[in-house]
């Protein structure tokens, strides 16, 4: 007897013969799930949600009372007699996919059709039969598919193809039939008024002569994978196995008045009514609130290929439920578990969790030892010793736990200390980082004390760590100290550390060091060299707290915007310069967390549990991650449409399925090319990236972002392969790569017997050419005089005006510090005259320092020297989109020391001109940067969507400047080359290439 089942019935006996206890425990879970709801504004045909599939391509099919859909997680295709006009009947009510991946869809109105090979078709019904609502569909293994509707039973014969069988529909019965279900054993089932019948060779047998008893007026049922029924009745809802039928719960008359669903995944059966979904496993009955989300039952049940729950509702549009992948400290306890900046575990697995209070989880449950904000003090880090012994520090001191209550050790070094790291050595020693400096405790309470006037780089320390060779390693607001044989050896800002505050320290297997930087990224030091990764390689943020290291060898990174899962090998490539950016997943408020951002800068702002467990203090809760549950399932990649018109002709939407399979011909007056494409991830399909390349045109992958869309324009005669991949918010790549062969016509004059005539009328023309190329150079020699006197004017006009700020503002305030100086010295020294005029000069001194830095940030770009030229570009960028509202996709990868100084100023100065052009005349509300490298060239490609200009940007409105013509002389000097493309309503597009040259 299968173990559910036995729980089932032991704690079924015990209830009748015991008295008062249910037969399944009950409990309510709702914060178990995400819950994500779409209606009609969202993009559904309409609010009641008959039936819902998933496909073998991976989409999701829901059936309406206004029609089908297809969805892929961000967007609903609607297919209705407007865009199809075969399908006659909208009022979907049933949908199916049989074993040969055709989809099958029933109307209220009595129509069936398929969808295979991409093509709908109307299927019609034996002569003389009057098909009226299609309940639904099943198939046997035999390849027999049936139709249950309210005129009967339909029988139909699907051959190899999946094609009906010419002449094989047979009527089995003309009662009206519903609630179609399938058994293990292959054999199909049918309701037949309020009875169910199993078909066997045509025929109809009681579910009673099948040795199955089932309650009167059974209304659904559903089989699970080892034969069970999971059944519902018009007043019950139970499980029918061997010949007897167990109640599980009552069902009260009303939930007719809307409808239930069922489901089965493994050995968990679920029930949806009103606004409530009941899961029933091993022996527990857990009610999950549905509020908010559904309030009138529902008709169909989905589980995804993700693991996702999908509900097709009576009134409350699609809703989908998915499973939290991480835990929370939270769920453990009715406490309030906030404020937690450390903690710890001891050798029984016994977690610690500190901050204003001290809480102990042990055995899945959370109990609070003191409160210790009562007595103003706090929490700021532990360690356990070897003796198992919790020790904790903060800002009262230092204290030991024994029989769960704190003891104060009253030592002196201590007092009027914020300790925030505490680490235990190889020997025995407790090394305390407080804001004084470094302690260090013997084991038998003896205390060495350590600070700048011994070496240390700073006297606040966060973080303390012992690598193998026993170096001692420490963590600081202003950068790494290692103390080795009584001596320091520092990192700082001055050696290359892109960030002063290092919160934490990792030794890898290998011996490599990680650093944790507050607003630097990560850096990996290894053979002497160090490397910055950070938010330009496809960090979450440059803010780190925490690295962890799974079992299986993953890094998680806990930053401000979430905890980052990346390969060690991965971290690597990118750290070598072999990979641009790196590929991982990103955890973060969209997987459940009340907040993505950390709770760190103490010891210890997370740990590995001996589970296998990663826990991380966040600013609301402490999340709780299990590497082993969090692999994905790989994305799906589909082509869904590809159109190609000329400049003047709009793309007409196709009235029935894409081919991508086949060669898409393209005129040759028609060169323009718009692919729709999208990733099928069921679970965060907003996070999904898409990379695509046109092989022919592209040697490289763009990284398209969320975009769905690729367009191009113009393209040359020749044979194309377009190729587009996803990766998930999991760091998955889809399973394969979508593809679609293009071909674009010749143009006559693209013909070889063109090019041989034009061959030869260039070389009949040879001598024009070259007089016209000496009349070109006179002509760009001019253009280099008139760049020279332009560059002159604004140099001057340039002084002019920081001559006048200098007077007028910096000038006049000296003048007025002078003039109340001299004042003051005639004065009484202790009158109150003397204080004013002293107050006066102070104010205006500050104001002039403010003045002062103005002037300099205007001329010299400060990011641009203390974080280089991959982050200066960023910044610039994000101030723009703060400052104006226009909102930039940036795909910059790092250019940082591929240049010398001068060439990186001219550089930013270039990308810094376009973005000021966006902003003052494209009218444009988006635009597009991206920076990428080669092995020889920097590529830059700057693109708005505005309105444009003709010509090559050399019209009234640029020339008002120095406009285009200054970054083309800027990128001559640089020895690259400047393309604009411009279009009158349509947008500017402008492209670089710079030569990485002698950085001398």
Same mark, same amino acid.
């Given at each position: 007897m299968p173990k559910v089942l036995l729980a089932f019935l032991t704690v079924l006996i015990l209830a009748q013969f015991g008295g008062a206890d249910p037969p399944f425990r009950q409990a309510n879970k709702a914060d178990q799930f995400l819950i994500k709801r779409w209606s009609t504004e969202d993009g559904i045909p309409q609010n009641t949600v008959t039936s819902i599939v998933q496909t073998?391509?991976?989409?999701?099919?829901?059936?309406?009372?206004?029609?089908?859909?297809?969805?892929?997680?961000?967007?609903?295709?609607?297919?209705?007699?407007?865009?199809?006009?075969?399908?006659?009947?909208?009022?979907?009510?049933?949908?199916?996919?049989?074993?040969?991946?055709?989809?099958?869809?029933?109307?209220?109105?009595?129509?069936?059709?398929?969808?295979?090979?991409?093509?709908?078709?109307?299927?019609? /019904?034996?002569?003389?039969?009057?098909?009226? /609502?299609?309940?639904?569909?099943?198939? #046997? *293994?035999?390849?027999?598919?049936?139709?249950?509707?309210?005129?009967?039973?339909?029988?139909v014969a699907l051959d190899a193809s999946g094609a009906i069988v010419p002449a094989s529909g047979k009527i089995l019965t003309t009662a009206a039939t519903d609630g179609l279900c399938k058994h293990p054993s292959g054999a199909v089932w049918i309701k037949v008024g309020s009875e169910y019948f199993a078909i066997e060779d045509d025929k109809l047998i009681p579910a009673a002569d099948k040795g199955i008893s089932l309650p009167i007026r059974t209304m659904r049922m559903t089989f699970a994978d080892d034969g069970r029924a999971f059944v519902g009745s018009y007043t019950?809802?139970?499980?029918?196995?061997?010949? /007897?039928?167990?109640?599980?719960?009552?069902?009260?008359?009303?939930?007719?008045?809307?409808?239930?669903?069922?489901?089965? *995944?493994?050995?968990?059966?679920?029930?949806?009514?009103?606004?409530?979904?009941?899961?029933?496993?091993?022996?527990?009955?857990?009610?999950?609130?549905?509020?908010?989300?559904?309030?009138?039952g529902s008709r169909a049940m989905l589980f995804d290929n993700d693991g996702n729950i999908w509900i097709a509702t009576q009134y409350d549009g699609l809703v989908r439920l998915t499973r939290r992948k991480i835990g929370l400290a939270s769920d453990l306890t009715d406490i309030e578990v906030a404020g937690?900046?450390?903690?710890? =575990?001891?050798?029984?697995?016994?977690?610690?969790?500190?901050?204003?209070?001290?809480?102990?989880?042990?055995?899945?449950?959370?109990?609070?030892?003191?409160?210790?904000?009562?007595?103003?003090?706090?929490?700021?880090?532990?360690?356990?010793?070897s003796n198992d012994a919790l020790w904790v520090s903060g800002t009262a001191g230092l204290f030991t736990l024994e029989n769960d209550k704190l003891i104060q050790v009253s030592e002196p070094p201590l007092e009027r200390r914020d300790v925030n790291s505490m680490y235990f050595d190889r020997v025995g020693n407790l090394w305390l980082g407080s804001n004084k400096g470094l302690n260090r405790r013997s084991p038998d309470g003896e205390y060495t004390n350590y600070s700048t006037e011994n070496g240390l780089v700073d006297n606040d320390v966060r973080f303390i760590t012992e690598t193998r060779d026993g170096t001692l390693?420490?963590?600081?607001?202003?950068?790494?100290?290692?103390?080795?044989?009584?001596?320091?050896?520092?990192? +700082?800002?001055? #050696?290359?550390?892109p960030a002063a505050f290092v919160r934490d320290i990792y030794e890898d297997e290998d011996g490599t060091i990680w650093l944790g930087t507050y607003g630097g990224g990560i850096v990996r030091l290894r053979g002497g060299e160090m490397v910055a990764i950070r938010r330009s390689e496809?960090?979450?943020?440059?803010?780190?707290?925490?690295?962890?290291?799974?079992?299986?060898?993953?890094?998680?990174?806990?930053?401000?915007?979430?905890?980052?899962?990346?390969?060690?090998?991965?971290?690597?490539?990118?750290?070598?310069?072999?990979?641009?950016?790196?590929?991982?997943?990103?955890?973060?408020?969209?997987?459940?967390?009340?907040?993505? =951002?950390?709770?760190?800068?103490?010891?210890?702002?997370?740990?590995?549990?001996?589970?296998?467990?990663?826990?991380?203090?966040?600013?609301?809760?402490?999340?709780?991650?299990?590497?082993?549950?969090? *692999?994905?399932s790989r994305p799906g990649i589909e082509i869904e449409l590809a159109t190609s018109r000329s400049g003047s002709t709009d793309?007409?939407?196709?009235?029935?399925?894409?081919?991508? @399979?086949?060669?898409?011909?393209?005129?040759?007056? &028609?060169?323009?090319?718009?692919?729709?494409? /999208?990733?099928?991830?069921?679970?965060?399909? &907003?996070?999904?990236?898409?990379?695509?390349?046109?092989?022919?045109? &592209?040697?490289?992958?763009?990284?398209?972002? +969320?975009?769905?869309?690729?367009?191009?324009?113009?393209?040359?005669?020749?044979?194309?392969?377009?190729?587009?991949?996803?990766?998930?918010?999991?760091?998955?790549?889809s399973e394969r790569t979508a593809t679609l062969r293009v071909n674009v016509e010749q143009r006559f004059w693209e013909t070889r017997w063109f090019t041989s005539l034009a061959f030869a009328i260039?070389?009949?023309?040879?001598?024009?050419?070259?007089?016209?190329?000496?009349?070109?150079?006179?002509?760009?020699?001019?253009?280099?005089?008139?760049?020279?006197?332009?560059?002159l004017y604004t140099h001057e006009s340039e002084r002019q005006r920081i001559a006048t700020e200098l007077h007028d503002g910096l000038g006049q305030n000296l003048l007025l510090i002078k003039n109340w100086a001299s004042l003051a010295n005639g004065e009484d020294p202790s009158s109150d005259d003397v204080s004013a005029y002293l107050g006066k000069i102070s104010n205006?001194?500050?104001? @002039?320092?403010?003045?002062?830095?103005?002037?300099?940030? &205007?001329?010299?770009?400060?990011?641009?020297?203390?974080?280089?030229?991959?982050?200066?570009?960023?910044?610039?960028?994000?101030?723009?989109?703060?400052? @104006?509202?226009?909102?930039?996709?940036?795909?910059?990868?790092?250019?940082?020391?591929?240049?010398?100084?001068?060439?990186?100023?001219?550089?930013?100065?270039?990308?810094?001109?376009?973005?000021?052009?966006?902003?003052?005349?494209?009218? @444009?509300?988006?635009? *597009?940067?991206?920076?990428?490298?080669?092995?020889?060239f920097i590529s830059i490609v700057i693109e708005d969507y505005g309105k444009g200009f003709p010509g090559n940007g050399e019209t009234s409105e640029t020339k008002k400047g120095i406009g285009l013509f200054s970054i083309a002389e800027r990128v001559q000097f640089l020895g690259g080359t400047m393309a604009v493309d411009s279009v009158v309503g349509k947008g500017t597009k402008i492209s670089f290439s710079i030569r990485i040259g002698d950085k001398q």
């Open positions: 073998r391509d991976g989409y999701i099919w829901i059936g309406t009372f206004g029609g089908l859909a297809r969805f892929d997680g961000i967007r609903f295709t609607v297919f209705d007699s407007a865009t199809v006009p075969i399908l006659t009947g909208n009022r979907i009510l049933s949908l199916f996919e049989d074993s040969h991946g055709t989809l099958w869809i029933g109307t209220e109105t009595g129509e069936v059709y398929n969808l295979r090979n991409l093509k709908f078709e109307a299927i019609g /019904t034996v002569a003389g039969f009057q098909r009226r /609502t299609v309940w639904g569909f099943a198939e #046997d *293994t035999a390849g027999n598919l049936f139709i249950s509707s309210g005129s009967g039973l339909e029988r019950t809802l139970g499980i029918a196995e061997y010949g /007897t039928y167990h109640e599980i719960v009552p069902i009260e008359a009303k939930i007719h008045q809307s409808g239930y669903s069922l489901g089965i *995944t493994d050995e968990t059966f679920w029930y949806q009514q009103a606004d409530e979904l009941i899961e029933i496993r091993q022996g527990e009955l857990i009610r999950h609130d549905l509020k908010g989300f559904v309030s009138g937690i900046i450390t903690t710890a =575990e001891d050798r029984q697995g016994t977690v610690w969790l500190g901050g204003p209070q001290l809480f102990k989880v042990k055995n899945g449950s959370v109990t609070t030892l003191t409160d210790l904000e009562r007595q103003g003090s706090f929490i700021r880090t532990m360690a356990v010793d390693w420490l963590g600081t607001t202003h950068g790494v100290s290692k103390l080795k044989d009584g001596k320091f050896e520092n990192i +700082s800002t001055e #050696d290359g550390l496809g960090l979450p943020n440059n803010f780190v707290s925490r690295i962890l290291v799974d079992n299986g060898g993953k890094f998680w990174i806990l930053s401000n915007r979430g905890i980052f899962a990346v390969s060690r090998s991965e971290l690597n490539e990118v750290a070598d310069r072999k990979k641009g950016n790196l590929v991982g997943s990103i955890y973060g408020t969209a997987d459940g967390m009340p907040s993505s =951002e950390a709770n760190g800068g103490h010891q210890l702002a997370g740990f590995k549990a001996a589970n296998g467990k990663l826990w991380f203090p966040m600013l609301k809760d402490v999340v709780i991650i299990d590497p082993e549950n969090s *692999t994905h793309p007409v939407a196709p009235s029935e399925l894409f081919d991508p @399979s086949e060669l898409l011909q393209i005129a040759d007056d &028609e060169r323009n090319l718009e692919i729709e494409y /999208t990733g099928l991830d069921f679970t965060r399909p &907003e996070d999904l990236r898409f990379f695509y390349k046109l092989e022919g045109l &592209e040697n490289e992958w763009v990284d398209a972002g +969320s975009r769905r869309t690729a367009f191009y324009p113009y393209l040359p005669a020749g044979d194309y392969t377009f190729q587009v991949k996803a990766l998930n918010a999991s760091g998955v790549w260039v070389i009949g023309i040879g001598g024009f050419v070259f007089l016209a190329r000496q009349r070109r150079q006179a002509e760009r020699t001019e253009v280099q005089r008139e760049f020279s006197r332009r560059l205006t001194a500050a104001v @002039s320092i403010e003045e002062t830095r103005t002037i300099v940030r &205007e001329l010299i770009p400060q990011n641009l020297s203390l974080f280089g030229l991959t982050e200066a570009i960023m910044n610039m960028i994000d101030q723009i989109q703060d400052a @104006s509202g226009v909102v930039f996709d940036a795909r910059v990868q790092n250019i940082d020391d591929l240049l010398s100084k001068e060439s990186e100023l001219s550089v930013y100065r270039i990308i810094q001109e376009c973005l000021n052009n966006i902003l003052k005349h494209s009218e @444009s509300s988006r635009g *597009t940067i991206e920076v990428q490298k080669s092995e020889d």
